[in-house]
Every structure is written in structure tokens, then in C-alpha cells.
């Protein structure tokens, strides 16, 4: 990156302010003291297509989105030396466990959902292309499950990866099962209705992305957004975090408030459908380590399965009047 005179010269070449000192913050932001206010300068990793989702964010929640302000001739954005750069507001941020940044971080992943959400038309032949992608998904899963079980029935000697694998096979066939259940309930409901609910997600679901101030919380960086079925973010956050404690009864709570039924089908097909095939390819060849990549793998797919059985479970049945002997 160039010096700091020269961000100088080029920031103000470009806006409309009087540059008193800069600061930086990460590699690629930094912080512009100007006169009366503070600004970020930040450097976007790609191009500048994801300028115009951030400002779709900021007009529907303009309380906890950041502005991106416009250059002297009216522009979002300013490529330079192979590179884009956008000017927003710089906030003082306080420090938060992170148990409670999780707990912001949902609620504004929930409001940006809301505030976006659209029902965009869906032919039949569309929706037919978006099931077989993600069936094939389901069904490479399977096929690795199964492939690898009838591997290891054959052997005698096995190894402990092998045998555990055989042991844990039971909740994986459970898990691709429900899985299976979920998407054909997702699209029956999308068939039926020729509508797709869809929102703007934020994509690249990481606390980092959340700025907490003393009267506002703020989401940032949004150059993964994307036009997408609000449960992709979701459940890129049970796979990010699902070690956090408390996460199970957060997660629980999503599903329970989702009104949209088929988001939450969504929801359990993505969570459920564990990656086997590509577990494969990433196995090594010591058996215990074999061992805990699987457990890794598993672990966030597991508390979809205990929050998918608890939120199906049967409600507990009461019983009036006396007992008879």
C-alpha cells in the first residue's frame, strides 16, 4: 500500500474533506481524522459489485448499517493500484465477551433478514435445476456413507477409526435422513407456491463482522453478500460456532421464531446434510487423527440433530382425574 501522504493527496483528490491525520487499523482500513468527524477508508478485497448490496442493507437498516459516502463525482467507490476504496464513518467500538457479541451479532443477522426478505417468482425448471444441485449434495453424502460402511463390514482387521466410524454410522444415516425429509418438504412448499423467499444474507458470518458502540451495534463488511435463502447465514454460524456455550438454546430459539416455514426446512437440510464425501478426501492416514476429524466434522451437524429431535419431539402428554388401581 502506499504512504500515508499519498492516501493523503488521493483521499482528498476524491472527497470533499480536509485531512488532518491517519491512523492505520487493519491492512486494509484505516482511520481518517478530518475536521469535526471521523472516518474508515477501506480497502475492498474484490471488486465493487458488493457496493451496492451494502447500500440495499443501508437504506433498509440505516441505524446499523454504516454509510458509504460518495466521492466528488458521485461515486461509492475508487479503484487505485489494483485496488478499491470506499469511505464509511469510523466508530469507537467497546469490548464484549464473546457470548454476548453472539447475541447482537443474531439479532442483526434477524433484522437484516427481515428487512430484505423478497418472494421472488420461480419457474419450475429453475426450481428443478436448484433441487438436483443440492439432492446430488444429499447423495454423494450417502453414497460416501455407504460406501465406507460396506468397506469396513468386509474386514476383518479393523482399524479404530474404522470401528468407530461403524459406530457412529446409525447418527449419520440419521442425520442424511432428516436431511433428505427437509429438502423434499423445502421444495414441495416452493412447488406449490411458485415463490421464493429470499434475502439479502450477509455471507461471511463472523463475529469480527459486528461492531458494538455504546448506542448502536453495527454490521460491516459486506463483500460475500449475496441474494440468497436466509438460512445459508445461520447456518454458517452453527458451523463457526457451535463450541460457544449457549449456542444450542440460540439456535433452538431461531428455529422456533422462524415464521417461515420453508426457511426452517431449509435450515435443517443445510445443518443435517453432513459433507462425507468431502471428509474423504481430507482423512489422513493415522487412525486417531482419522478420529478426530470426523468428530470435528460431525460436531456442528450433531446440535442441528439435537435441536432438530427437540423442536419435532411430541409435546408431553396430560393426564386429568384420579389414577385407577
Not at 277 to 285: A, F, V
Request: charge should be negative; hydrophobic fraction near 40%.
Amino acid at each position: 500500500m502506499a504512504n500515508y501522504d499519498e492516501i493523503k493527496e488521493f483521499v482528498q483528490a476524491h472527497y470533499d474533506l480536509v485531512i488532518e491525520s491517519i491512523t492505520p487499523i487493519t491492512q486494509k482500513s484505516m482511520k481518517i481524522r478530518a475536521t469535526n468527524h471521523e472516518y474508515l477508508l477501506k480497502v475492498a478485497s474484490g471488486n465493487d459489485e458488493f457496493i451496492m448490496k451494502q447500500l440495499f442493507a443501508y437504506k433498509s437498516l440505516s441505524h446499523n448499517i454504516l454509510p458509504i459516502y460518495r466521492t466528488r463525482d458521485n461515486k461509492h467507490c475508487v479503484p487505485w493500484r489494483d485496488h478499491f476504496f470506499y469511505l464509511t464513518d469510523y466508530v469507537q467500538t467497546i469490548p464484549l465477551p464473546l457470548e454476548q457479541q453472539i447475541h447482537y451479532y443474531i439479532a442483526l443477522l434477524g433484522k437484516l433478514h427481515a428487512e430484505t426478505a423478497l418472494e421472488v417468482d420461480v419457474r419450475d425448471d429453475e426450481l428443478q435445476r436448484i433441487y438436483n444441485k443440492d439432492y446430488k449434495r444429499l447423495q454423494d453424502s450417502y453414497d460416501a456413507l455407504q460406501k465406507n460402511m460396506e468397506a469396513f463390514e468386509l474386514r476383518q482387521e479393523r482399524s479404530p477409526f474404522e470401528w468407530y466410524f461403524m459406530m457412529v454410522y446409525p447418527m449419520l444415516y440419521t442425520m442424511l435422513h432428516h436431511a433428505h425429509d427437509e429438502l423434499k418438504k423445502f421444495y414441495d412448499l416452493i412447488k406449490k407456491d411458485k415463490k421464493m423467499p429470499i434475502s439479502l444474507i450477509h455471507g461471511d458470518v463472523n463475529v469480527a463482522n459486528l461492531l458494538v458502540t455504546e448506542k448502536s451495534s453495527y454490521l460491516i463488511n459486506f463483500e460475500k453478500s449475496m441474494f440468497s435463502i436466509s438460512s445459508v447465514d445461520m447456518c454458517l454460524f452453527l458451523e463457526n460456532y457451535h463450541q460457544v456455550p449457549g449456542l444450542h438454546s440460540i439456535i433452538l430459539d431461531y428455529v422456533k421464531n422462524e415464521k417461515v416455514q420453508a426457511l426452517r426446512h431449509y435450515f435443517f437440510f443445510r445443518s443435517l446434510c453432513i459433507d462425507l464425501e468431502e471428509l474423504n478426501q481430507n482423512l489422513q492416514d493415522h487412525s486417531l487423527i482419522n478420529i478426530a476429524l470426523l468428530n470435528e466434522c460431525i460436531a456442528p451437524h450433531l446440535m442441528a440433530l439435537q435441536v432438530y429431535d427437540q423442536f419435532n419431539a411430541p409435546p408431553p402428554s396430560s393426564t386429568t382425574g384420579t389414577k385407577s388401581s
